[in-house]
């Protein structure tokens, strides 16, 4: 990395940085109990980035030492080269102050990508088997996904990071066909976290109360009422919420989509910069945040792909959209002092852009239980889980559906319904939103496959959320809308 800096600054770079990543990525996939796929992919190499003639360069190598940093950073010199000629006027971007050493390491107990095959298959193939010989259920799919992702920065500001993040996303779904042929399946609410192999040993999750469960729950759903259309009252678990909220906030809050920078890839977004601190998103209640922070996070590090120091930062405010998500360049066109720290690249190979970091509805110290909020709906319906979604190039009208749905009767559970679809505007949606719960109704869930920019890449991102309450809300029944 030193000697990718000192053939850049040589060569007239107004500052430069390097990144010397190795990603190893595990992938697992059983097929009722027995394994079908075993993926174990490492990716390692060195990106250099440059700032020189007012114009940004970069090149990835995978050859290392010296020779392989000088030569990746005279091809980022020329990659300025061209980007200047290609655009008149300079690329801005803001400063961002030297750092020193940063240490980071997410909290992890064990990096799951260590820990033996064997081990592994053994105990997936033990949960899939409880499933499997549990009444009802036909077929058991099960896929582990995790990621070991090592990280050195240097830039010519004075930033030396090194940093280690690890995630893991477990998954089991079951399916279950009736003699006369209809089917249904369900998938574990499980959330891909910022943890280690101990997630699947039982810390983070109750895996036990989840498997123990779900074919129980599964037969009920298969047995259930498809749901009528119209109005309902929703309350909606954070299992379900993230997603929503990944899709109508998330995304609609970066500002390279609001600018219309980023358009060919899931579309711009409604929330433009000129409705800052005017917009009203949703109802007063609602607060939203951009992190990259908070533990177990999966978009959570230290310091960013451009150098800059993660923070926390408001979103949404009472209801109203008061901030982006930023990186330098996006940052500077804002007329904004700082990047947030919302920098990334999937790989060394890979040019840092403006990614998403975790964006969080934020729940009400003293608020109101599960319970408590089911209690007060007469009509209404409790979802739980992610399922499929879709959504409009500027991220506006959508639709959702779930895993799991429960009809609620004068405040209480009234068992299962199938095919339940909701469908809104985003700020009709979030208007519409009454009451948000407690802490101990907060969950961070997430996903690891959000995607962004031509050449496209991959970024895991967590969204926490309290369980909420939306009054009102459009129903559809799937099933009447597939034509099922």
Known sequence: MHAALETASEGGAAEASARHEVV???????RDGELETNLDRTVSGLGVRVIAGGA?????????????GHDAALAALAGAQLAGLARSGRFEFVGE????????????????????LEEKVALLQAMSRRLLDSPGVTHVSTRLMAVSERKAYLDTSGTLAHQHRVRIHP?????????????????TCAPPVGRGWE???????????????MPALLAQKLASPSVDPGRYDLVIDPTNLWLTIHESIGHATELDRALGYEA???????????????????????QVTGDRTVEHGLATTAIDDEGVATQQFDLV??????????????????????????????????????????????????GPSTEELISGVDRGIFIEGDKSWSIDMQRYNFQFTGQRFFEIRNGKLAGQLRDVAYQ????????????????????????????KAQPGQIAAVSHGAPTSLFRGVNVLNARGESGR
């Open 56 to 68: 940004p360069g970069f090149a990835g190598t995978v050859e290392p030492g010296t020779q392989g």
């Open 424 to 451: 809104a505007t985003t700020t009709d949606f979030w208007g519409a939103m009454e009451a948000v719960g407690g802490p101990d109704t907060y969950l961070l869930c997430g996903a690891f496959n959000c995607g």
């Open 97 to 116: 102050p030297g750092h020193g050493e940063v240490t980071y390491r997410s909290s992890f107990e064990i990096d799951p990508t260590e820990v033996a």
């Open 24 to 30: 190893r990525t595990q992938v697992i996939t059983l």
């Open 317 to 366: 405010r009472d209801g109203v959209l008061v901030g982006y998500q930023l990186d330098r360049s996006v940052a500077a066109i804002a007329g904004q002092a700082r990047s947030n720290g919302c920098a990334y690249a999937d790989s060394p190979l890979s040019i840092p852009i403006q990614r998403m970091a975790n964006v969080s509805l934020q729940p009400v110290q003293g």
């Open 171 to 187: 998954s089991f779904e079951i399916v279950s066909v009736a003699d006369d042929g209809d089917f249904e399946s369900m998938r």
């Open 264 to 286: 060919a890839y899931a579309g711009t977004s409604f929330a433009t910069p000129d409705r800052l601190n005017t917009l009203r998103y949703g109802s007063p209640i609602m």
């Open 199 to 213: 997630y699947l040993l039982g810390t983070g999750w109750d895996w036990d109360h989840e498997l123990e469960t």
